[in-house]
């Protein structure tokens, strides 16, 4: 029975490994200098400055319809 357990140790071991060694090749790490880093960062802020003012726009278009739905525009 012993050796059965530690069989299947092994056999499992390996299979980690394996596993292992295709994360690490499908999800590498890769270092960016400071400034790219900035880069990246900037691009970001403006997706969201860009995705903030789309949703004020649609929050808008709401309003409007809600009012001209409910009769309370002027």
Excluded at 4 to 15: E, H, L, Q, T
């Amino acid at each position: 029975m012993l050796v059965f357990i530690i069989s299947g140790a092994i056999v499992c071991s390996f299979f980690v490994e394996y596993l292992v060694q295709l994360f690490a090749e499908k999800y590498e790490i890769e270092w960016v200098s400071p400034t790219e880093a900035a880069k990246n960062i900037d691009s970001a802020q403006k997706i969201i400055i860009a995705m903030r003012k789309a949703h004020r726009e649609s929050e808008r278009q709401m309003n409007k319809a809600f009012k001209v739905a409910s009769g309370a525009h002027c």
